[in-house]
């Protein structure tokens, strides 16, 4: 089973529908033992940074999802979700996130539409089983932040919207998309199809 975890902030019923539609076991959750029974764990969310972070505190999700994540438990992040997963995000002031994976959220800065919002195409730029055997495509964006990783090792794939932009990260079983892969075509679907097969397996992803 896997867990889509509720904070108040999250696509939980596209992404939810999405699992049901490819045939996997979830269930939409707040408690933190369902987290822990769960076979993997995804992060959704659609707001502010700061927000996120203190409603996942006020449920007493932020323990339970690194632990969680520390031994091993397969965990994708979803737009947000993806943001949350590293250390500290700019957005409206200064604000410590899950810190899973070293890095900033910064906002975009140019003279060019704020939000990056609609389709565009991923390149992949490390091998890695997630990826492999995928060709390249497009995938559906809406954010005005966008991650700085410490570790290059850790970007699995990008996009280009006035300069490269992480678009996909991944260190041993912990993922992120910055993208909506539910409501991102085949591509899309197929990273969330793998993704939840991870989670039934015996062998991760490494």
Request: proline share 4%.
């Amino acid at each position: 089973m896997i867990a889509v975890i509720d904070y108040g902030m999250g696509n939980l019923h596209s992404v939810s529908r999405a699992l049901e539609r490819m045939g996997f076991s979830y269930a939409i959750t707040s408690d933190p033992e369902t987290v822990e029974r769960a076979s993997g764990l995804i992060l959704p969310g659609v707001g502010a940074f700061g927000d996120a972070m203190r409603e996942l505190t006020e449920r007493n999700l932020v323990g339970v999802i690194k632990r969680e994540a520390f031994k091993g438990k397969p965990l994708l992040g979803i737009c947000l979700g993806m943001q949350l997963l590293f250390t500290v995000s700019e957005e409206h002031g200064h604000h410590q996130g899950l810190n899973l994976l070293p890095g900033r959220v910064v906002r975009f800065e140019g003279d060019f539409n704020i939000p990056h919002m609609g389709w565009n195409s991923l390149a992949f730029i490390q091998f890695h089983p997630l990826l492999y055997g995928l060709d390249e495509g497009y995938v559906y964006f809406v954010h005005s932040y966008h991650v700085l990783p410490d570790n290059r090792e850790d970007i699995l794939a990008v996009t280009d919207y006035h300069g490269p932009v992480t678009a996909v990260v991944g260190r041993n079983r912990i993922f992120g998309m910055q993208f909506h892969p539910e409501k991102s075509g085949t591509l899309g679907r197929e990273l969330l199809r793998r993704f939840a097969s991870l989670c039934e397996s015996e062998v991760g992803v490494s």
